[in-house]
């Protein structure tokens, strides 16, 4: 496609089930970063992959969280034992390497935690 | 570590007029980024105007300008001829440039709702 696409687009998930936030990147785009984005706030960086290596996963805020992107294009953002404060905005952004290129970001997936 | 501030959660402006947005920033590097970005209600991060701290000359993208005062790390969006599409929210965001050249994340500020009035 054109732009960066994520699914689902809202996931509403019960505490403590697990969950998947995909992200397809723009063709060609080597660099993946994942963001959360909490009601009202800017978006915090989560992790960077540059094709499938993942360079920083840094902002990951537990051990629960997990992503991942086996051949360098597709990424999956994984949650377990999802809990209450995990409540928030996914985006996925995508350019190209180099530090040159801006970064395109998707709609982002709204995650709820019941 | 970068910091991002904007202190206005929030302006107004009427239709036509022309509005500054407000962003500092706190860094000890000395090769880096700095972006705009809008956020409507349909939540895609739309990039506005992006400025290359190396470059002294402010960025103008159409009606979208900064004020870029690296000095003083300011870096200030003014948006003339103010349209109804231009009510979004807005974030300031820095990005430093490693020496190797590859990519690095964006830090944001809290953002900026802006609504532009008819």
């Known amino acids: 496609g054109a732009g960066v696409s994520q699914s689902p687009r809202y996931k509403v998930a019960k505490r403590g089930q697990d969950v998947a936030l995909r992200c397809d990147p723009i063709s060609g785009h080597v660099s993946l970063f994942w963001y959360q984005q909490a009601l009202g706030q800017g978006p915090e960086f989560l992790t960077y992959?540059?094709?499938?290596?993942?360079?920083?996963k840094s902002g990951l805020p537990s051990d629960r969280f997990f992503a991942e992107r086996p051949e360098g294009s597709v990424s999956t953002l994984k949650i377990q034992r999802t809990q209450q404060e995990d409540s928030a905005v996914y985006l996925c952004?995508?350019?190209?390497?180099?530090?040159?290129?801006?970064?395109?970001f998707g709609d982002g997936t709204r995650l709820s935690i019941l | 570590a970068q910091t991002v501030t904007q202190s206005q959660p929030e302006m107004s402006v009427q239709e036509a007029e022309t509005v500054t947005l407000s962003c500092t920033y706190d860094?000890?590097?000395?090769?880096?980024?700095l972006f705009w970005y809008k956020q409507p209600p349909s939540r895609q991060m739309i990039l506005v105007i992006r400025?290359?701290?190396?470059?002294?000359q402010n960025a103008t993208e159409n009606r979208f300008s900064v004020n870029f005062q690296k000095a003083a790390k300011s870096f200030s969006l003014k948006i003339s001829d103010s349209q109804l599409g231009d009510t979004a929210m807005y974030f300031c965001?820095?990005?430093?440039?490693?020496?190797?050249?590859?990519?690095?994340?964006?830090?944001f500020g809290k953002g900026i709702t802006l609504s532009v009035r008819p």
């Open positions: 860094t000890s590097e000395s090769n880096y980024y």
């Open positions: 400025q290359e701290a190396y470059k002294q």
């Open positions: 952004a995508s350019s190209r390497v180099g530090g040159l290129g801006p970064q395109h």
């Open positions: 965001a820095f990005m430093n440039l490693p020496a190797t050249g590859a990519n690095s994340k964006l830090t």
């Open positions: 992959f540059q094709n499938e290596a993942q360079l920083d």
